[in-house]
């Protein structure tokens, strides 16, 4: 995970609720994730965060 893009609302979700970005990634590493129609929920600590993948992930061979 490289990059992050935040919506316009994220970002004032973040602000009103103190979410740095930090936790932000926390979340995305380490949530317990669930599917929401094309969208990933990451619940984590006492939050959750929704996204979605814009890029495929890399596939490494060993």
Do not use: D, W
Not at 6 to 34: C, D, T
Not at 48 to 59: A, D, F, G, I, M
């Amino acid at each position: 995970m490289s990059n992050i893009r935040y919506s316009r609302h994220a970002r004032l979700r973040m602000v009103e609720r103190g979410i740095s970005h930090q936790e932000v990634k926390n979340a995305i590493n380490k949530g317990a994730k669930r599917l929401q129609g094309s969208k990933i929920v990451s619940t984590y600590a006492y939050f959750e965060v929704v996204y979605k993948c814009t890029r495929k992930p890399e596939t490494r061979y060993t």
